[in-house]
């Protein structure tokens, strides 16, 4: 049990290798034996490292019981209940703002209210809207700690009700991306369930009966081709047919088609779904060719490739100065490049020891 999470953070790597080879794409880069083996190095070290801390901790605690005992359904209740109820109110004070204050029209699709959302923003030099947006950003991410609660069977709930926490959950993630055209926070929604769901399966099924399970997994694929819709909904209020937009918009991951594919999706009747889903997997899968560009432009360290998001969080609620961009901002840089990318091949070292040191100790308090 101690080697689960770092047996499945190996195959989430390699997963994440295979599915770029099989892409019919390539990297505009061409650092990128120089990147995988940036990557490969950051994986192995973390995995050594992970190894030695659990063993160390094994033999200095063998007297000792961590036994981590489950949440009882009253208590977690409350804890889920008050979480997405802190993330509705959060929603709604985005909702107003965006509405209300700054009079984003929705009706027309979300890539042209994006679009209107961001033209307003840079007509205030993206000053404050009102009082709700910095309420909204502040506590509107609130339903992610119960979204991983129900989705992990550390705690103890019936089926139905888990079930009605993940759909409240959900809908909750999707309307936010919805009204701030974002798709960063599906992304981490699905890493935080990941890890909910992986971290208690010791403790048994998450649910009891069938039709609970095939529910959530309709709930899953509906979120992917979610993503699909983003980029659809996108092409269509830049005026691109679909095919062309799904390859064009690679070259802004730092990818490029190979002729036969691109050539395919022109000719094709299916070439624009075709060339969607390679895109929604380009999306998830880029970090490399990022990682390639950044061991090529490794002197180009202006900006923060970390902590962005959290200064950009900060400058919206009042609290921070905007964020300086780093030269591929906007894209995944993977957390080896970024590191690499801000504190050079030591920050890598240090960071490979800090993640699996960490990652060791909350393993072993758990079991």
């Known amino acids: 049990m101690k080697y689960g999470s770092i047996k499945r953070f190996l195959i989430v790597w390699l997963i994440y290798w295979i599915t770029f080879l099989l892409?019919?794409?390539?990297?505009?880069?061409?650092?990128?034996?120089?990147?995988?083996?940036?990557q490969l190095t950051f994986v192995l070290l973390l995995t050594i490292f992970y190894v030695v801390a659990v063993n160390l901790w094994n033999t200095k605690s063998t007297e000792t019981n961590h036994e981590f005992r489950p949440l009882a359904a009253k208590r977690s209740e409350k804890i889920i209940k008050y979480g997405l109820l802190i993330g509705a109110l959060g929603f709604g004070f985005l909702l107003y703002d965006k509405i209300v204050y700054q009079g984003i029209d929705y009706t027309n699709g979300l890539a042209l209210a994006r679009e209107q959302w961001r033209d307003i923003g840079e007509q205030r030099n993206s000053d404050i809207s009102s009082p709700f947006s910095v309420l909204g950003y502040l506590i509107g991410g609130a339903y992610f700690f119960p979204l991983?609660?129900?989705?992990?069977?550390?705690?103890?709930?019936?089926?139905?009700?888990?079930?009605?926490?993940?759909?409240?959950?959900?809908f909750l993630l999707i309307s936010n991306s919805l009204i701030t055209g974002g798709r960063s926070s599906i992304i981490l929604a699905?890493?935080?369930?990941?890890?909910?769901?992986?971290?208690?399966k010791k403790f048994g099924p998450l649910f009891k009966k069938m039709h609970f399970v095939k529910s959530l997994v309709t709930m899953m694929?509906?979120?992917f081709f979610y993503l699909v819709y983003v980029f659809y909904s996108r092409a269509e209020a830049n005026g691109f047919e679909v095919a062309r937009y799904g390859l064009e918009f690679l070259e802004y991951l730092g990818l490029e088609p190979y002729e036969w594919f691109a050539s395919y999706c022109q000719s094709s009747s299916v070439g624009g779904i075709l060339s969607l889903l390679n895109l929604t997997a380009s999306y998830l899968t880029h970090g490399f060719a990022t990682t390639a560009a950044i061991v090529e432009n490794s002197s180009s360290s202006n900006g923060d490739?970390?902590?962005s998001h959290l200064y950009s969080l900060g400058s919206k609620v009042g609290l921070t100065d905007p964020p300086v961009e780093w030269f591929l901002a906007g894209r995944s840089p993977s957390l080896p490049g970024a590191l690499y990318l801000m504190y050079g091949i030591s920050g890598l070292l240090l960071g490979a020891f800090s993640f699996g040191v960490i990652s060791a100790i909350s393993v072993n308090l758990f079991n």
């Open 23 to 38: 892409q019919p794409v390539q990297s505009v880069y061409p650092e990128v034996y120089a990147a995988f083996l940036l």
């Open 148 to 170: 991983t609660l129900t989705l992990s069977s550390f705690v103890f709930l019936k089926d139905s009700r888990r079930l009605a926490y993940i759909v409240v959950g959900f």
């Open 305 to 307: 490739a970390i902590f």
């Open 190 to 200: 699905v890493a935080l369930s990941s890890f909910g769901y992986f971290s208690s």
């Open 221 to 223: 694929t509906l979120v």
